[in-house]
């Protein structure tokens, strides 16, 4: 062996030895500490945990090693924006009255997306960010079509919310909570094109006013930023990823699945992804495209920007 190729493989090892300990400089120098506490928000059939899975995957933990406060809001998983708002809002005053904290850094999923941003509406004083990841915040085609297909009073209609309110009951039996109100014919009329118009109407903050570009990253004192999937089907082996494929059939623009690249945006466009739409945050339990981004990687790199803001 060559003088050459022995120092070569010297630095090859000494590179995969840092890159091995990387992760644990990062949790070792508080690499997530936000000066405000996270809030993570699930979106349509959402749930904090259900059976033992977090439906943020892995994010929740891996914030905390780097020194984050994180927390998991558990919302209406089949409601309005604004009554998910609301049961949000009262968490956050419950986790600032915890913690002692001024604000919160909210961060939702698809329509926890418009979810976070209601809160920012009505209360900006108690937050410090909103971060839109895949959010509908100019509604989706994917409810359009469901809508026209099954109008309000039809038979259609009844197949549907028939069929969402079976799947809000499992969600309420694997999580055990059962209090929470759900209104089927509310949740797809707030992620309809109409009714995210309508919602923009009184809570615009952050949405670009045409076109794909950025919106405002700055209002009342509240930081605004997004990010989002652009590829419907990653892994062969994830389940999702078949349904994913067929509703992407729906759309005529770049997508994740569920919501269009361009609805996604949201004040500061952090980066578009080959992600789906639960790649995003990290489902089905971790699998995604062999070499797209970690989301757990994202989150954890979305709380450093966060702490360099002093947020």
Known sequence: MTRFLRRALRGLALAAACLALWPVAQAGNNYTQTRNPIVLVHGLFGFDTILGVDYFYGIPQALRQGGAQVYVA????????????????AQVKTILALTGAQKVNLIGHSHGGPTVRYVAGVAPQLVASITSVAGPNRGT????????????????????????????????LGTGNKNLPQNHVAALESLSTAGSLRFNQRFNAGVPTSGCGDGAELVDGVRYYSWTGNKPSTNLLDPSDAMLTATSLLFSEPNDGQVPVCSSRLGKTIGTYAHNHFDEVNQVLGLRGLFSPDPVVLYREHAHRLQAQGL
Do not use: C, F, Y
């Not at 919302?75 to 049961?87: F, H, K, L, M, P």
């Not at 079509?145 to 309420?172: C, D, F, R, W, Y």
């Open 74 to 89: 558990q919302v209406s998983a089949d409601n309005s924006t604004e009554v998910r708002g609301e049961q949000l809002l």
């Open 141 to 172: 085609r994917l409810v359009d079509v469901i809508l026209g297909l099954a109008p309000h009073g039809s038979v259609q209609e009844k197949v549907v919310t028939g069929a969402m309110s079976a799947l809000t009951g499992l969600v309420n």
